[in-house]
Every structure is written in C-alpha cells, then in structure tokens.
C-alpha cells in the first residue's frame, strides 16, 4: 500500500503497546482514535478500515465481537469499506468464546459466521487458520467481487483456482471446515499459553495475555541495552537459533522499512515471534525451546547489536544481510554454551 502512495495508520489503544499487559482483547481497534482519524483525513481520503485476526504486531492479539460492532458502526456512516484479514480467524474466534460475555455457549462456527457478516471484504492466508498453502478473497457483495475479478488474472490467476493447485484448494477447503471445531481452533492458542506460561517461571519477559499465531519474547526488556537501530529483536531472534536451532521471526524495528526520506523508524515494540502452528509441535517441543531461552536470558549480556552491510529498500527483513556490532558476540555465545552443554544442540 505503502509503494502506491498510500499511508498505513495503527489505531490500537495504548495500552495494547504495554507487552506484559492484562487487556483480553489488546487487538481492539481504538474507538476514539478512530473517529479523529477519519475527521483529521476525511472520509473521502480513507478506503478502507481492516480489522487483523489477529493482530500480528502487537504479538497476536485478538479483537472483541463488540468492537468489529462498532467499528462496522462508524464504518458504514461514513461510507468506509470495512475489510478483514481472517488469517487467524479461527484463533480469534476461540478468544472471543473463552474471554467475551455472551459467547461462552455459542459455537466456533457460530462465531465465525457472525464475525464475517460484519465485513464487507475478507481476505486470508490459508498457511494459519486454513492448514495449507494459498489463500482466499471473500465477499458477498457483487459490486467488490466484479472489481476483483477484473484483477484476477493480472496478480494471481484464473478465477475458478487463483494460482493454486486442486491439491491446495482441497486442503485448504478440509483445513477450514477443521478449524470450526472447538478442539482445533483452540490447539493453537493453548500451546501457546502453555509456552508463555513456562517462560513467565522462568522469568522470561513475554506478551501478555498469550495471543494466537505464536509466542511473543519481549526483547526489549531482554535485551534493554541495545538501541533500536541495532534491532535488539533480531539479535535475540539469532542469539536463540544458534543455542537452540529453533528459527523465530523478527517483529521489531528491523520489519519498519525506512520512511521516505531514508530516516529509520523505530517500531513501538521490539518482538521475537516464535509461531506455534497446529499439528507441528509437541509439548517436548516447546519445553525444549524454553529450556534454550531460559540459558540465554542468563548469559543475555554476551548479546550485542546487528548492523545492515545489504539492505534492500523493501522489506529488508525478508533478504536483508547483517554483521555483529562490537565484535564477534555469536561466536563467544556458541564457545559459552558449548562449555556448558558440549557440542550437542
């Protein structure tokens, strides 16, 4: 959006931006900030308002039935398209039935169907929520669908697969009616307490309430001596591959592509997502990788910063390649841990 000229603006409360947080649904787009938003840009300036689930950058927050009410509410006033990125919408719905009042009775389904009618575009990767490789595009008004179509084949394919396979479209269509199932919707997100769980004992800081998608490492507190500009998030997420061999993915300053002038942009929250996908991981799994955090939150202070020698003026965190500040920390952090724990990982 950002190559066409457009701008992107997050309208989550503040308090979603404190990591160790209690607000069960830190996902919720700000009502207030909304509103002076659309009066500061005007109605005719904005072209859609998307609702995340769950909201990626702030470590896989849900947002509430009743604030996709309200924003649909301002949304349709103004004349706003109101869009979804479901991604993650079976996990979003399984927090709106375990935190939200009303819901506790009502099934995944249920849920789901409710969250979509308020929406008039939802779009989603079919790698989270949907078990398989591709995607999908939904909507039920006409008017969208032909403007989608006219698109089509320019970026993906024919309008019958998309760019996918027969293959990918049958498991994609299994792993979506899965994932209307209590037992399946919550696999994930009950992983992944258990993984904040364990590293809360051991004095881990992480994003609070757990979220779906992933674990979310705090690194900002890990690692509170390292400036943003030399991506704390990204040295932890390497510091933990090379004790562990466990690969993370960045979601700090480092994923902030430069602004127009070339000047840096420092994110609101530097985190090492470690993503916990259905059917991939055991509990064994998951103690492994605490046991690895829990030694390198004690010899923390061997970690140093990361600098760009190639950056690529788009999304750098994709192709990116960096170099230590300060000296060669990896290597003296595999000689420590090796006297600690020999050669085996």
């Not at 910063?305 to 920390?329: A, I, N, S």
Request: negative net charge; glycine residues 10%.
């Amino acid at each position: 959006m950002e190559l066409v000229g457009s701008q992107i603006i997050d309208l989550v409360a503040d308090e979603a931006l404190i990591p160790a947080g209690s607000m069960p649904f830190k996902g919720n787009i700000d009502i207030t900030k909304l509103k002076k938003s659309i009066e500061q840009h005007g109605r005719e300036n904005i072209a859609f308002i998307r609702m995340e689930a769950t909201t990626n950058l702030i470590g896989g927050q849900p947002f509430s039935m009743q604030n996709l009410r309200d924003v649909e509410k301002i949304a349709k006033s103004n004349g706003i398209l109101m869009v979804m990125d479901g991604s993650l919408i079976g996990e979003n719905a399984y927090f709106i039935k375990q935190r939200e009042k009303g819901y506790a009775d009502k099934s995944i389904q249920e849920i789901l169907l409710e969250m979509m009618s308020h929406v008039d575009i939802l779009y989603m990767s079919g790698r989270k929520s949907g078990g398989a490789r591709g995607g999908l595009i939904a909507t039920n008004n006409k008017q969208h669908f032909d403007q989608l179509m006219t698109w089509l084949p320019v970026y993906e394919g024919f309008s019958t697969y998309g760019g996918m396979s027969t293959k990918e479209i049958e498991a994609m269509a299994v792993g979506l009616e899965e994932m209307t199932q209590m037992e399946v919707a919550g696999s994930s997100p009950e992983f992944i307490k258990c993984f904040v769980e364990r590293l809360q004992e051991y004095g881990v800081p992480v994003v609070t309430p757990p979220g779906g998608l992933a674990c979310h490492v705090n690194a900002r507190e890990f690692l509170p001596n390292i400036p943003p500009l030399q991506y704390p998030a990204e040295a932890l997420n390497a510091a933990m591959y090379l004790v562990s061999g466990a690969r993370g993915v960045e979601r700090g300053t480092m994923s902030e592509d430069r602004d127009r002038n070339g000047k840096e942009v420092t994110a609101k929250m530097e985190l090492v997502r470690i993503a916990i996908p259905r059917r991939t991981y055991t509990l064994g799994h998951i103690e492994y990788v605490a046991d690895r955090l829990a030694w390198l939150h004690h010899h923390k202070d061997i970690i140093g910063g990361l600098r760009f020698v190639e950056e690529p003026p788009v999304m750098r965190f994709f192709f990116g390649k960096l170099e230590t500040v300060g000296g060669d920390w990896g290597a003296k952090l595999v000689k420590t841990f090796k006297a600690d724990f020999g050669n085996e990982l």
